[in-house]
């Protein structure tokens, strides 16, 4: 079986958010794949998502209710076919803690063809880049992954 880790900082915004996206659209197309998140930093360990990215999820269609954070592990990447980074910074994190062991991790957004941005920015701090934003960008690459899964 397929197995995809999606990683941000906290595994509170972002990564969750990928995990229930990725998972309903997998679900939908009837095909096998394990799919989890992780964070960088250990934080907020156990706690549920942030409640903006869980009502914009709930908005579009898809539960986070059940995720909880956990941090990233050495093991993961030998345990995960993908391992995805929302920005450059998760990139170098999760590079380090690989130390050239096991799946190279990748930028998720190299799965959205169309677009010209690279990184899914932190939405936690309230930047320009918000839930909505963030919600669309991950639709975009989950459907790109979903489709070299299905080639
Ligand atoms: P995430 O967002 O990496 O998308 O989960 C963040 C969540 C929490 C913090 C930073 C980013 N924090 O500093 O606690």
Same mark, same amino acid.
């Given at each position: 079986?397929? =197995?995809?880790?999606?990683? +941000?900082?906290?595994?509170? +915004?972002?990564?969750?958010?990928?995990?229930?996206?990725?998972? !309903?659209?997998?679900?939908?197309?009837? @095909? =096998?794949?394990?799919?989890?998140?992780?964070?960088?930093?250990?934080?907020?360990?156990?706690? /549920?998502?942030? /409640?903006?990215? +869980?009502?914009?999820?709930?908005?579009?269609?898809?539960?986070?209710?059940?995720?909880r954070s956990r941090a990233i592990i050495p093991s993961d990447?030998?345990? #995960? $076919? #993908?391992? @995805?980074?929302?920005? !450059?910074? $998760?990139?170098?994190?999760?590079?380090?803690?690989? $130390?050239?062991?096991?799946?190279? /991790?990748? @930028?998720?957004?190299?799965?959205?063809?169309?677009?010209?941005?690279?990184?899914? /920015?932190?939405? !936690? !701090?309230?930047? =320009?880049?918000?839930?909505?934003?963030?919600?669309?960008?991950?639709?975009?690459?989950?459907?790109?992954?979903?489709?070299? @899964?299905?080639?």
């Amino acid at each position: 079986m397929i =197995k995809v880790l999606f990683v +941000c900082l906290g595994n509170i +915004c972002r990564s969750p958010t990928a995990e229930a996206v990725f998972r !309903y659209h997998t679900k939908q197309a009837g @095909l =096998k794949v394990m799919v989890d998140s992780a964070g960088t930093a250990g934080w907020h360990q156990g706690q /549920p998502s942030d /409640p903006r990215s +869980c009502k914009t999820a709930a908005d579009f269609g898809y539960d986070m209710s059940k995720i909880r954070s956990r941090a990233i592990i050495p093991s993961d990447f030998h345990t #995960f $076919n #993908f391992v @995805l980074a929302m920005d !450059y910074q $998760n990139l170098s994190d999760l590079e380090i803690i690989r $130390n050239g062991q096991g799946t190279r /991790p990748q @930028l998720f957004l190299d799965f959205a063809h169309q677009l010209s941005e690279r990184e899914i /920015p932190d939405p !936690y !701090y309230g930047g =320009k880049t918000g839930f909505v934003d963030v919600l669309h960008l991950i639709e975009q690459a989950s459907a790109g992954l979903l489709a070299q @899964l299905q080639a």
